[in-house]
């Protein structure tokens, strides 16, 4: 049985542009499935094409047991949509703009209104209910915009780019908010370019490059593929390294890397923690003073890079806006 | 947030028709809240239309020839018509700006990703321009009134007649905000709507008997302003209020002015909401 959301092939064209090039996604119900890519690599059309916002070139997609070409108002019952932009009316007030939004999933004024008062007290923009958005911060913007796709309690969720431009604290704040939603069973389709956010909060993570999926697994099976794991250590005393590179020597699988200035030495390993234990005590059984030691697992920069050639900031470069044309 | 309560359950989809309805007012209301919160918005679009009014009643008043006469009394009710007229047409620009404007901001992606009737954003912005454009109309009249603008002044009227022309007027009003809505969806942003919606109204709105008696142009620009469904409007106003400015023209629409203007503006509205929805559809920020 295909997941909440499911599509086969979808391609996308722009002009010369593929934004999609036959992208393959499958999303088990109560998931959350991240989407990484830098700028232009297809994660907004894809989000698109799946919100029945563009009609896909090829391929099919099923969106909560929904066709999603065939029918695309009975797909819009069902989901909900959080874009890249805060999309609320700034000269309406929050509870108007969310009142309008569940006036627009067809519920009756009455139940639209209590649903808003709803809303705006567990995204904590109560006190600022009654005050046309203009006047809000961006974060507060950004929780009336996903507490507006939220409004029916979609059991799909589509959040592009949800904390693109927000400060850590408003980060953290959505952070829980999503967390909270798919604990409630929520399925969702989240896109981002921060490594962190994915790996923070998506059980899978399938990464885009060009138009097409580079790599799909969990945060643990995308690392894996880019290398094993290794085991830092800061040394108190300049005098201590070469004693320290000694002791990595014989724990590790490859060669020792040193960087005197900050007097940190890494080695390659297997082994996980067991080892790491067995490292400190050898350190402390030599006598050598160290102010930082640990486990280090690659990143997710580790694992886009090793995946696509280059690091994620640095695609910026490629137009987002030209590719949506 | 896990607890769904019966209020956020999804209604099912009920009679398009009213549906479609339902939709457009929710939009509207929306619309009449922002325009309402933006009050100056409202007041400069009234300085315009009050500035014309004064400057041409003063300034061309005496030297234009209405039907032989210069007399600036009648050319001065000659006049209102074609202000009027002109007015209610330049709510394209707003109507096309602010489509632009929720384009740009994201709104319409929100819109189209709701369960809602596909032609109720765009419905619903234009049967909110109509809203504003009535209320300019009200002050409009009232200023022309102080300036000695009357109706029935050249032949008999009544009060269904002068209605029957200010409702031509809004049809007419509301047929170009669906020209300022297409307009709206195809251009990338607020100011290019502004712009590109006022450029060709001067134009339309000046080859045409709005200011001038159209017997003084030449033959094919005449042909022009007589066809010009702008004039047939301004033409069926001047009838029905009264006023001076008998055409002479042998054109159909001079000719039988009313239904000329109401067939005109039913057309543009079929045929640019037919656009505006199609587009709408397809619509990508």
């Not at chain 1, 542009?17 to 992208?23: E, F, H, N, S």
């Not at chain 2, 007012?25 to 009050?39: E, F």
């Not at chain 2, 004039?231 to 001047?238: D, G, K, L, Y």
Request: overall charge neutral.
């Amino acid at each position: 049985m295909p997941g909440a959301i499911y599509a086969e092939g979808l391609v996308k064209t722009f002009g010369d542009v593929r934004a999609l090039d036959g992208v393959d996604l499958d999303v088990p119900e109560g998931t959350v499935l991240g989407l990484l890519g830098p700028n232009g690599a297809g994660k907004t059309t894809a989000v698109r094409c799946l919100t029945t916002l563009l009609r896909p070139d090829s391929g099919s997609a099923v969106v909560a047991g929904i066709d999603v070409l065939k029918h695309p108002d009975a797909v819009r019952r069902s989901i909900g949509l959080s874009g890249q932009f805060a999309a609320v009316d700034e000269y309406l007030t929050g509870r108007e703009n969310l009142q309008m939004v569940g006036r627009l999933y067809q519920m009756r004024a009455k139940a639209a209104k209590a649903r808003a008062a709803e809303l705006l007290e567990q995204f904590d923009l109560a006190d600022a209910a009654d005050r046309p958005t203009k006047t809000y911060s961006g974060g507060m913007r950004r929780r009336l915009d996903l507490a507006a796709a939220l409004v029916v309690s979609p059991p799909v969720m589509f959040m592009d780019e949800p904390t693109t431009g927000l400060d850590p604290r408003n980060r953290q704040l959505l952070w829980d908010v999503i967390k909270r939603l798919v604990s409630g069973g929520t399925t969702l389709l989240l896109t981002t370019q921060y490594l962190e956010e994915a790996d923070h909060l998506a059980h899978d993570i399938a990464v885009v490059d060009h138009g097409r999926l580079i790599a799909q697994g969990t945060s643990d099976q995308l690392k894996a593929r880019t290398g094993g794991e290794r085991v830092e250590v800061v040394v108190h005393e300049r005098d201590d390294i070469a004693t320290a590179s000694e002791v990595l020597r014989g724990f590790g699988k490859g060669e020792t890397t040193v960087e005197d200035h900050t007097r940190k030495l890494t080695v390659p390993v297997t082994g996980g923690a067991k080892l790491l234990a067995e490292v400190i005590r050898e350190l402390d059984t030599r006598g050598i003073e160290i102010d930082d030691i640990g486990l280090r697992r690659p990143t997710l920069d580790d694992v886009f890079l090793s995946l696509t050639g280059h690091v994620a900031e640095e695609a910026v470069t490629s137009n987002e806006e030209d590719v949506k044309k | 947030m896990s607890t769904v309560s019966d209020s956020a359950r999804i209604a099912p989809a009920g009679n398009p028709v009213s549906q479609s309805i339902r939709d457009s007012m929710v939009v509207a209301q929306r619309n009449l809240i922002r325009m309402s919160r933006i009050p100056e918005m409202i007041i400069y679009g009234l300085i315009q239309p009050i500035m014309f009014v004064v400057l041409f009643t003063y300034v061309f008043g005496g030297s234009m020839q209405i039907g032989g006469s210069t007399s600036a009394t009648d050319y001065k009710n000659f006049l209102m018509a074609g202000i009027f007229a002109q007015t209610v047409t330049f709510a394209t620009a707003s109507s096309g700006a602010g489509i632009a404007d929720d384009m740009h901001k994201g709104l319409i992606d929100r819109f189209r990703s709701l369960p809602m009737a596909r032609g109720a954003v765009l419905t619903g912005r234009t049967f909110a321009d109509l809203v504003q454009t009535a209320l300019t109309l009200v002050v409009l009249a009232v200023v022309a009134l102080l300036v000695g603008w009357r109706v029935g002044s050249d032949a008999p009227t009544n009060a269904g007649k002068v209605l029957g022309a200010f409702g031509l007027l809004l049809l007419l009003g509301y047929a170009f905000t669906w020209i300022g809505a297409l307009i709206g969806m195809s251009v990338r942003t607020p100011e290019a709507a502004t712009s590109s919606g006022l450029i060709w109204l001067f134009p339309v709105t000046f080859i045409s008997n709005a200011f001038v008696d159209t017997s003084h142009m030449t033959p094919w620009l005449r042909h022009i302003a007589d066809w010009n469904p702008f004039s047939a409007t301004v033409q069926a106003c001047r009838e029905l209020f009264g006023n001076p400015g008998v055409s002479t023209s042998e054109a159909w629409p001079m000719q039988h002015p009313v239904w000329a203007s109401l067939i005109y503006s039913i057309l543009i509205i079929a045929v640019f909401r037919t656009l505006s929805v199609r587009k709408y559809r397809s619509a990508t920020a």
